[in-house]
Structures are given as structure tokens and as C-alpha cells.
């Protein structure tokens, strides 16, 4: 099953699947920066271009997306600015997963590290060691994650 999955930030970690053992292309993309309230707009049009433009070209059954906030994380770091941005991503993934016909599930940051190294509270180096180990190079955390992400969902669905 293909399966296009996403590590959700401003760093979008990607990770495009034919099979769970067999990663056909990853990548980060970059939202563009914004400075102030009014750019959410342009960058959330901006994401909903670049994801729907993935799943013309590569064609996903399904895509999964790590949930950027779940109620254990701690918010220390975070602020309202960066909550909203967060969230307006998701519900854009999910938005687009629709508008082209293509199954979305949000896999718990817990559960894609916990699938990928084998700790639900593991850092990023431990993730980009863990797909460095699955024979993936990985260039930063936002795609190790996405792999984390993709492993998690092949196992939620009962694909091996």
C-alpha cells in the first residue's frame, strides 16, 4: 500500500512508502517564514498546495501525519502563535487528504517513536539513528520521524 507520511511542522518531514519495507523517497519540505498574525493564511495556502501537489504526482492510498500536539506534550516551548500554526497544518493535511479521495490517520508522536526506536519518549538523535539502522539516510530528524510516522501506520493497519 502506498502510503505518503508526514512529520508536521514548519519543517515538514516526508516520507513516501510502496511497502513497509521499502522507503521510495523522503525529504523535508520548508514552509515559508512568517513574521507576523496575518501570514497564517499564506503559509497554510502555501502547505495545502505543496501537499496536494505530493498526492498528484505520487499518488498515496493513505496518508498519516504525526499529530504535532497530543495532551502530554509538554507546552513549555510552545506558544498560541505556534499551537494555532500547528494545528492549521493538521486540519489542512486532513482537508487535502479529502478533497483528493485518499484515507488520513494522525499517528501519536509517542506511538511513531515508540514504533522507530523502540521508546515513546525518544530525542532526535535517537530517531535519526534508528532510521540510519533501517538502512534510510535520513538527512535530519523531520524525516526520521516521518518514517517513525509511516512504520507505525503500516502496523496500525496490519501490514508487515
Known amino acids: 500500500m502506498r502510503l505518503l507520511a508526514l512529520d508536521t511542522s514548519t519543517h515538514v518531514g516526508w516520507a513516501l512508502f510502496a511497502h513497509p519495507h521499502r522507503v521510495v523517497d523522503f525529504d523535508t519540505w520548508e514552509m515559508p517564514e512568517g513574521n507576523t498574525a496575518d501570514d497564517m493564511g499564506t503559509r497554510w495556502l502555501a502547505f495545502d498546495f505543496w501537499l496536494a501537489g505530493m498526492i498528484r504526482n505520487h499518488r498515496p492510498l493513505t496518508i498519516a501525519f504525526e499529530a504535532p500536539i497530543s495532551p502530554n506534550m509538554p ?25 483528493h479521495g485518499v484515507r488520513c490517520i494522525e499517528v501519536p508522536n509517542s506511538t511513531a517513536k515508540l514504533r522507530l526506536v523502540g521508546d515513546h519518549r525518544a530525542k532526535k538523535p535517537a530517531m535519526i539513528a534508528a532510521a540510519l539502522r533501517l538502512g534510510h539516510q535520513v538527512a535530519d530528524d ?3 520521524d516521518a518514517i517513525g510516522v509511516a512504520l507505525a501506520t503500516y502496523e496500525h493497519l496490519g501490514i508487515s
Do not use: D, P, Y
Request: net charge positive; aromatic share 4%.
Open 142 to 144: 523531520n524525516q526520521a
Open 75 to 99: 507546552f513549555a516551548k510552545s506558544n498560541t502563535r505556534t499551537m494555532r500554526l500547528l494545528h492549521g497544518i493538521t486540519v489542512i493535511a486532513e482537508t487535502v487528504a479529502a478533497r
